[in-house]
């Protein structure tokens, strides 16, 4: 970082410091956009080209961060504020709701819902799956295409369901 210092003038004035823009910025914590935005609102004072006025640009970005937070900043800076705080309120608000969800067993990690919606799912996959053997055994009037459309239509139901490649290892 390089701050230039110009000595007081012949009628005793203060000493000037001078800083760069990217410095500036750096000091701040601000970007190179933000910075021309205090620019036009006289928060940092310009010197020239790429030179602020060190002591005062601080004194006045401090004191505008001080009014902002205080509620007595301008409108929009009052309003950006406003809406910050609100949103991290519902934030913070839903955070807590989930976390006495959950101690209150009314939320399931997502990892045990798949897992039990799994089993319950290979269970029917297995169930429909054995229907045109168990209709061969039992309707013996059934011809051989007959049982072999209903496992097909079983098998093409069971793809749309998105049992997907399991019902084909089968066939």
Known sequence: MRIMSELPGLAGDKPVHRIGGSDLCDLFGI??????????????????????????????YIASLRETASGRGGQEQVLNLTGERAR??????????????????????????????????????????????????????LTTSDVTLIDRELRDALQELGAGGQADAND
């Open 31 to 60: 970007t190179p956009g933000m910075l021309t935005t205090l620019g036009k609102r006289d928060i940092v004072v310009r010197f020239g080209h790429d030179a602020y006025d060190l002591e005062e640009s601080t004194r006045r």
């Open 88 to 141: 991290l309120a519902r934030e913070q608000a839903d955070a807590q709701a989930l976390k006495n969800a959950v101690m209150r067993g009314e939320n399931v990690p997502a990892v045990e819902v798949e897992r039990a919606w799994g089993d319950i799912l290979r269970g029917l996959r297995s169930r429909l799956l054995a229907v045109p053997s168990r209709l061969r055994q039992t309707v013996p009037h």
